[in-house]
């Protein structure tokens, strides 16, 4: 992908999400991390609650990571936007070791206890 102007690609991410840390582990990995301003929120503080209600108002859902892809439109979903991105410059997701390390790995440890939570969560407010 060959960029018009100098424009960093602006990247919402979540401080503590598994989500937001695969994007951010593709795009270093991939060397196009130069491309991107990242700006991390953590949850719980003003910033994020911002951040968050904008993506809400911008955004299909409230996800993170979230891209800027045009002026107040968002794209989400860290497999959504690996995947854009690694076409769109020309990287081949298959051939970075550390993100199928993270992938086969932490990350899917980690969605794992995710989705044991949210169904934990669903069983005690029905109850």
């Given at each position: 992908?060959?960029?018009?102007?100098?424009?960093p690609?602006?990247?919402?991410?979540?401080?503590?999400?598994?989500?937001?840390?695969?994007?951010?582990?593709?795009?270093?990995?991939?060397?196009?991390?130069?491309?991107?301003?990242f700006?991390?929120?953590?949850?719980?503080?003003?910033?994020?609650d911002?951040?968050?209600?904008?993506?809400?108002?911008?955004?299909?859902?409230?996800?993170?990571?979230?891209?800027?892809?045009?002026?107040?439109?968002?794209?989400?979903d860290?497999?959504t936007?690996?995947?854009?991105?690694?076409?769109?410059?020309?990287?081949?997701?298959?051939?970075?070791?550390?993100?199928?390390?993270?992938?086969?790995?932490?990350?899917?440890a980690?969605?794992?206890?995710f989705?044991?939570?949210?169904?934990m969560?669903?069983k005690?407010?029905?109850?």
């Amino acid at each position: 992908m060959t960029k018009t102007d100098n424009t960093p690609i602006r990247a919402v991410l979540k401080l503590d999400c598994p989500f937001s840390l695969k994007f951010r582990i593709f795009v270093t990995e991939a060397g196009i991390a130069d491309q991107f301003v990242f700006d991390v929120f953590e949850e719980g503080t003003r910033a994020y609650d911002e951040a968050k209600a904008t993506l809400e108002k911008c955004a299909p859902e409230a996800t993170f990571p979230a891209v800027e892809t045009s002026p107040g439109t968002y794209m989400a979903d860290s497999d959504t936007l690996i995947d854009h991105y690694a076409k769109a410059f020309s990287v081949d997701r298959k051939a970075l070791p550390l993100l199928a390390y993270y992938e086969a790995g932490v990350f899917k440890a980690m969605t794992q206890m995710f989705q044991e939570n949210r169904e934990m969560k669903q069983k005690l407010e029905a109850a």
